[in-house]
């Protein structure tokens, strides 16, 4: 079956432009989270998600980190106001359950220039 | 605060050989342990899942051991080839529901 997809992936922008990045969680799983990796750096957690809600939002990094998620289905990591340190790849995984084997998406390389 | 370890940072054996990837963490109080492998350019792949019930797993080559009263986890490559080259990371899934991460092992297998 279809697994996580996500897009774009690549994203190349100018510093202070937002960005929108989309994950498709595959279908059914009602977890879904997203990471980062930073260059040459271990993943970082971001937010998680059951069914639409996301209990802890402490992993974002700056308030300029926003996500929601429509249902049990397609979810978005908005960032504003980009900055240089915010370039990284941004993995996207779901599980069926909380918690559960985590299964990942290709990521989406951003760039911020 | 859970930290996650894996050692050693980097592996290179030549094929054929049975090799131990070595995962630690500090805080015992977790749902699950995964092992992981990430290829360059390529995304995640789960090897094995363990949940904090459990004592090990196993999938084809791979074995996969939680101890979680002192902290570790192995993962057992049997008869390693060159496909097996990518780098291995561990997770921890803690009370937060949050997977906390090992900086992975990359491992080189010689033909």
Same mark, same amino acid.
Do not use: M
């Given at each position: 079956?279809?697994?996580?997809?996500?897009?774009?992936?690549?994203?190349?922008?100018?510093?202070?432009?937002?960005?929108?990045?989309?994950? /498709?969680?595959?279908?059914?799983?009602?977890?879904?989270?997203?990471?980062?990796?930073?260059?040459?750096?271990?993943?970082?957690?971001?937010?998680?998600?059951?069914?639409?809600?996301?209990? /802890?939002?402490?992993?974002?990094?700056?308030?300029?980190?926003? =996500?929601?998620?429509?249902?049990?289905?397609?979810?978005?990591?908005?960032?504003?106001?980009?900055?240089?340190? /915010?370039?990284?790849?941004?993995?996207?995984?779901?599980? $069926?359950?909380?918690?559960?084997?985590?299964?990942?998406? @290709?990521?989406?390389?951003?760039?911020?220039? | 605060?859970?930290?996650?370890?894996?050692?050693? =940072?980097?592996?290179?054996?030549?094929?054929?050989?049975?090799?131990?990837?070595?995962?630690?963490?500090? /805080?015992?109080?977790?749902?699950?342990?995964?092992?992981?492998?990430?290829? $360059?350019?390529?995304?995640?792949?789960?090897?094995?899942?363990?949940?904090?019930?459990?004592?090990?797993?196993?999938?084809?080559?791979?074995?996969?051991?939680?101890?979680?009263?002192?902290?570790?986890?192995?993962?057992?490559?049997?008869?390693?080839? @060159?496909?097996?080259?990518?780098?291995?990371?561990?997770?921890?899934?803690?009370?937060?529901?949050?997977?906390?991460?090992? =900086?992975?092992?990359?491992?080189?297998?010689?033909?």
């Amino acid at each position: 079956g279809a697994g996580v997809s996500q897009s774009p992936s690549n994203k190349v922008t100018e510093k202070g432009k937002d960005v929108e990045l989309r994950c /498709d969680p595959i279908s059914g799983h009602t977890a879904l989270y997203w990471y980062r990796q930073r260059l040459g750096q271990g993943l970082e957690f971001l937010i998680y998600f059951q069914g639409n809600s996301a209990p /802890d939002k402490s992993g974002l990094p700056s308030d300029r980190f926003s =996500a929601e998620r429509t249902g049990e289905s397609v979810s978005t990591l908005t960032i504003q106001r980009t900055q240089q340190e /915010d370039s990284a790849v941004y993995l996207c995984a779901s599980s $069926p359950i909380l918690p559960d084997t985590q299964y990942f998406g @290709p990521g989406t390389r951003l760039t911020v220039l | 605060k859970q930290e996650v370890t894996q050692i050693p =940072a980097a592996l290179s054996v030549p094929e054929g050989e049975n090799l131990v990837l070595n995962c630690s963490f500090t /805080d015992s109080a977790i749902y699950n342990l995964q092992w992981f492998r990430q290829d $360059p350019g390529k995304g995640l792949t789960s090897l094995l899942l363990i949940q904090s019930s459990q004592r090990e797993q196993t999938s084809g080559r791979l074995n996969a051991s939680l101890d979680k009263s002192s902290g570790r986890s192995t993962l057992y490559i049997a008869a390693s080839q @060159p496909g097996d080259s990518a780098t291995y990371l561990c997770a921890v899934v803690d009370s937060n529901y949050q997977l906390i991460w090992g =900086a992975g092992t990359k491992l080189i297998i010689k033909p």
